[in-house]
């Protein structure tokens, strides 16, 4: 088992080694798979795979021990729940995980070590770690997207009337603005400026997705509106 502080996985703000946990392996990682069915098509060959576009939870199994038994409650204590979870040969990754299952069973040959087994749940990309800081525009520019997947960007749009605002070539519609107006691409909902309330009824369009590489920012607004600011929480994401 590897005591040192350089190997380690970290979940819900803590480490293993904060706990006693000593990893015996890497952890098992599957790549995540697109969600889809096959189906037969006349007149063609084989099969075609029909998907959205959408990916499935993927499995992370790591393995570790403890010394002393005693450490077994604060294990417990630990792994449950959801939360982010990191490892220290990609320190600068994490998922959004929760815990499945926690296995325990004696160490071999030991009457006070335990090896545990736990199964994460994990949605299908991971994120940058620590997150991203927003990116503010008062002009119209531009964003490269570092990772290997579209992110899910949450936009905050200082802006009064009807405009328009486009990411990447993505543009959606803004009517009747008073204030402002938030954009969250996971809850794939607009906003009040202070996230208490909905506003889906003032937006036309899906909510953008920024694509690997450089993406174009830009706006223009109707007669009598107006946009001060644009804000992306950008999020990247990695297969």
């Given at each position: 088992m590897r005591s040192t502080k350089s190997v380690w996985f970290w979940y819900n703000g803590t480490y293993s080694w904060e706990k006693g946990a000593l990893m015996t392996a890497w952890p098992t990682r599957y790549a995540p798979t697109l969600n889809g069915k096959e189906k037969d098509v006349s007149g063609r060959d084989g099969e075609v795979y029909v998907t959205d576009g959408t990916y499935g939870t993927v499995e992370v199994n790591q393995e570790f021990g403890i010394r002393d038994v005693t450490q077994a409650k604060g294990i417990n204590d630990w792994l449950r729940g959801t939360g982010l979870l990191r490892f220290s040969d990609e320190p600068e990754l994490?998922?959004?995980?929760r815990v499945k299952t926690l296995k325990a069973e004696p160490a071999a040959g030991r009457l006070l070590g335990r090896r545990y087994t736990v199964n994460f749940i994990c949605?299908?990309?991971r994120y940058q770690y620590p997150e991203a800081a927003a990116i503010t525009?008062?002009?119209a520019g531009s964003l490269n997207n570092p990772g290997t997947a579209p992110s899910k960007p949450r936009v905050i749009i200082?802006?009064?009337?009807?405009?328009?605002?486009?990411?990447?070539?993505?543009?959606?519609?803004?009517?009747d603005i008073a204030s402002g107006i938030v954009v969250d691409s996971e809850l794939m909902d607009a906003l009040t400026p202070d996230g208490t309330a909905l506003m889906n009824d003032h937006m036309s369009g899906t909510p953008w997705t920024i694509q690997p590489g450089?993406?174009?920012?830009?706006w223009e607004a109707e007669s009598g509106g107006g946009v001060g600011s644009v804000v992306v929480l950008p999020r990247w994401r990695y297969v």
């Open positions: 994490a998922y959004k995980a949605q299908p990309f525009y008062t002009a200082t802006g009064t009337g009807d405009f328009s605002v486009t990411i990447g070539g993505e543009t959606l519609y803004f009517t450089m993406n174009a920012v830009s």
